[in-house]
């Protein structure tokens, strides 16, 4: 169990996480330290909010945490790691969850043998259904992936895979509720073109979105085989996606995955340690 979990960068994924921690009763508020950049009103809200311990000073929040959450954004890398770096010990475990970013590279940033894991987890972390992802570094040694699971797991599902394959994730699970919440904007805003109230159709989509979830889920049953269980030959559902079809609904959302994957390995190239890789 930790003792103290510290969060370098106080914005939307580490409320996310945090907020599952403590949703979770994994940690009490009071191990939660988090620091930022300058925004002041930000530290005061996650302090109101989650009584959370907030500080601009990284030192009093790196000290004797037993896991430190690199949480800022990739640009911000650099400044981010010198700002924290002497502080940080080799017995601590440095989590990042920066897209992009290799662990070799904070590993060299940080200049010395501390246990890296790099995860990618998503804001669904907030109720406990984060789809994580995590790889080790140079350091992290078993014992540093079952810690990065135990925390990961209580906010959701903990994968290991390969360091590389964390762009690809990040495309799929990572920005992957965005494209969710995309498609739900859609549905309501042809929920109101057809004059359902807002109340009912936002009912009727969740529930939509929530059943074929469980389904793809429980049933194991491929998604084409569900989907054609729904597609009655001349009906309403062939009628929807021919339509989809016409729009090129699925190229649409291969091309998405792929732009989000690849713009994962961009914003990771300016910080790889040998640039020509
Ligand atoms: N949002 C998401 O769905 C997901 C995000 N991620 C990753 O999480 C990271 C954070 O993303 P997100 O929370 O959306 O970003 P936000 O912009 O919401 O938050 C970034 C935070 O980093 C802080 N920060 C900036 N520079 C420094 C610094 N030098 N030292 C300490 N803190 C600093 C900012 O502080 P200040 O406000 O003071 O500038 C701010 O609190 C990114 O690397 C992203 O790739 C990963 C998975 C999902
Ligand atoms: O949009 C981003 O760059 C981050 C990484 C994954 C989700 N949000």
């Known amino acids: 169990m930790f003792k103290k979990v510290a969060f370098i960068g106080a ?3 580490a409320e996310a996480i945090i907020t599952g921690v403590i949703g979770k009763g994994f940690l009490q508020p009071k191990q939660i330290y988090v620091t930022n950049k300058e925004n002041q009103e930000r530290l005061s809200r996650l302090r109101d909010v989650y009584n ?3 500080s601009s000073d990284k030192k009093e929040v790196v000290k004797n945490a037993d896991i430190v959450i690199l949480s800022m954004k990739p640009k911000d890398v650099k400044e981010g790691i010198e700002s924290v770096k002497n502080e940080i010990k080799e017995n601590q475990l440095v989590v990042s969850v920066l897209a992009g970013i290799s662990t070799d590279f904070i590993t060299a940033e940080l200049g010395k043998n501390v246990p890296v ?3 990618m987890p998503n804001t669904s972390a907030t109720i406990g259904f984060s789809a994580t992802a995590i790889a080790a570094g140079e ?3 078993p014992q540093h992936v079952e810690a990065a699971k135990q925390l990961f797991t209580n906010i959701g599902t903990t994968t290991v895979v390969d360091e590389d394959d964390l762009h690809a994730v990040t495309g799929i699970s990572g920005s992957g509720p965005a494209y969710i919440y995309y498609l739900v904007e859609a549905m309501e805003t042809a929920a109101k073109q057809a004059g359902l109230q807002e109340k009912v159709s936002k009912e009727l989509i969740v529930q939509t979105l929530v059943g074929a979830a469980e389904m793809l889920k429980t049933t194991n049953e491929r998604p084409e085989d569900l989907r054609k269980k729904i597609t009655s030959p001349g009906g309403t559902t062939q009628a929807g996606l021919e339509t989809l079809q016409k729009y090129n609904y699925q190229e649409a ?5 792929k732009s989000a994957t690849e713009r994962s390995q961009e914003l990771g190239r300016p910080y790889q340690r040998n640039p020509s890789l």
């Open 139 to 141: 350091y992290a040694y």
């Open 117 to 119: 894991i790099r995860a």
């Open 11 to 13: 914005g939307s994924m």
């Open 253 to 257: 959302l291969i091309e998405c995955v």
């Open 52 to 54: 959370v311990v907030t």
